[in-house]
């Protein structure tokens, strides 16, 4: 069983839309990572947090620690969006020291 | 603005052989990590490094694997006998303290023939 799983898969939108992007986990954390990643293969920290919700741009991050679920919103999408979203988390069991557990990602692709 | 650097950017090595990858974190930040990436596949830890010696490591991390920080810039991974299922790409990431954003490098493609 995934420790993070993403939904959806892949993900084509309009140029414009607003889109969301799920995460749900089943272990324990003490931080969300939400990362975006390049069809050239580099990864890029967007967001980390650990309660409520953050806003960078036209990214919205929001975090429900009670349910294990987090989301990822992107408003006024734009083709430059582009990319793979990835979900990752920090454990809080014994022994971590922070390393992440990746879920999948969500493939988004904006056309104009 | 600092950032992770990772060389080589591209390497191909032949089946048994040895690779050192090498990564230059970003200068006070305090904890190291190296992930993987197999084609097509979702991003795996390896190990995670801190105050000189390792911190955690995954099954992934075996005795084929080491890391070490020969000087006060360098961070770097060793496969002492690459096997084809190595091929991956391998990120570097560092961060200031234990809990905060990590900053990754632009990762090392590995090619085992």
């Known amino acids: 069983k995934n420790e993070v799983e993403q939904s959806p898969q892949n993900l084509t939108a309009q140029e414009g839309e607003f889109i969301t992007i799920n995460c749900s986990y089943s272990v324990g954390i003490s931080a969300l990572h939400w990362l975006q990643q390049h069809p050239g293969g580099g990864i890029v920290s967007l967001f980390m947090l650990s309660s409520g919700k953050k806003k960078h741009g036209r990214l919205i991050a929001t975090i429900n620690i009670q349910e294990k679920h987090s989301s990822l919103h992107i408003t006024a999408s734009h083709p430059r969006d582009s990319a793979v979203y990835i979900c990752a988390v920090q454990g809080n069991y014994g022994g971590s020291q922070g390393n992440l557990i990746f879920g999948k990602g969500t493939k988004l692709s904006v056309k104009p | 603005e600092p950032e992770v650097t990772q060389t080589p950017s591209h390497q191909v090595t032949q089946m048994g052989q040895e690779v050192i990858l090498r990564c230059v974190p970003i200068s006070n930040h305090l904890y190291f990590y190296w992930y993987r990436q197999i084609l097509g596949q979702k991003v795996e830890f390896l190990v995670s490094?801190?105050?000189?010696?390792?911190?955690?490591k995954s099954e992934i991390f075996d005795d084929q694997f080491s890391v070490e920080r020969p000087d006060g810039s360098n961070f770097t991974l060793k496969i002492r006998s690459t096997k084809l299922e190595d091929s991956a790409m391998y990120f570097c990431a560092s961060s200031r303290i234990y809990q905060e954003t990590q900053y990754f490098g632009p990762g090392t493609r590995l090619l085992v023939l």
């Open positions: 490094f801190y105050n000189n010696e390792i911190s955690e």
